[in-house]
């Protein structure tokens, strides 16, 4: 069986995730699936999932495992994932991490590889207060740094451990930030 490509991108908020994936999801031609953009997407529609979630998405708290994990098991079923993907923003702790494993080993055509952008805290800050969505003020941002070093941290380990993880400095400008990744991309 061929082993399609699944590329997962960790980092702090403001590590550049989102806009790696975007970038490489085109020049790879395989699609950027962004929890955070589904997330935002439903409140902004004010479905029933956005109205569960806003809460916990202004505040900077992660959303309960229940509501997302189904939301990722949609998604990695459908047509457009067959030859491969970029996940950013999940797995976000532990228990989605097991959750995607399971998930993966179950479908069973996909190789995956974790990657892990590296920022200061300050340049961090910095271009979230910048960029300024609804979440970037600073007390959200003070409470989602929190929140990546008590869940998010222990799964940067979980991938390391088991040698599944490469780290990749995110500080440079994009582009070559996008060089380094295209280089420890393996395929
Ligand atoms: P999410 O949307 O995932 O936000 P985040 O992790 O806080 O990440 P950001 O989007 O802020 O940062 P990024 O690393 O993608 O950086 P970006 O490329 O945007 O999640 C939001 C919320 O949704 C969470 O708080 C939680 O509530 C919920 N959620 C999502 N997933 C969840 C899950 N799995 N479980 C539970 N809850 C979940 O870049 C940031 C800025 O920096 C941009 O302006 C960009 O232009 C700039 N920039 C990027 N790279 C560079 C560079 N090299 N040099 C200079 N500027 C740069």
Redesign the pocket.
Known sequence: MSHAKGLIFL??????????AQLLSEQLTIPHI????M??EAITKKTKLGKR?QY??NK????P?EL?LNLIRERLNQDDVQSGWIL??????VS?ATFLDKLLLELGKFSEQAIN?EVSDNQLVK??L??G?E??NEETIRR?LE?YREKTKPVIDYYQQQCRLTSVD?????ER?TASLKEVITT
Do not use: A, I, W
């Open positions: 980092g702090p908020p403001g590590s550049g995730k989102g806009t790696q962004s929890t955070g953009e997330l935002r979630v916990y998405v900077g708290e992660l959303v495992d997302l950013d923003g999940f797995p976000r702790n989605q952008l271009r979230l910048l960029r969505r979440d970037d989602r929140v995110g500080t440079p400008p994009l930030v």
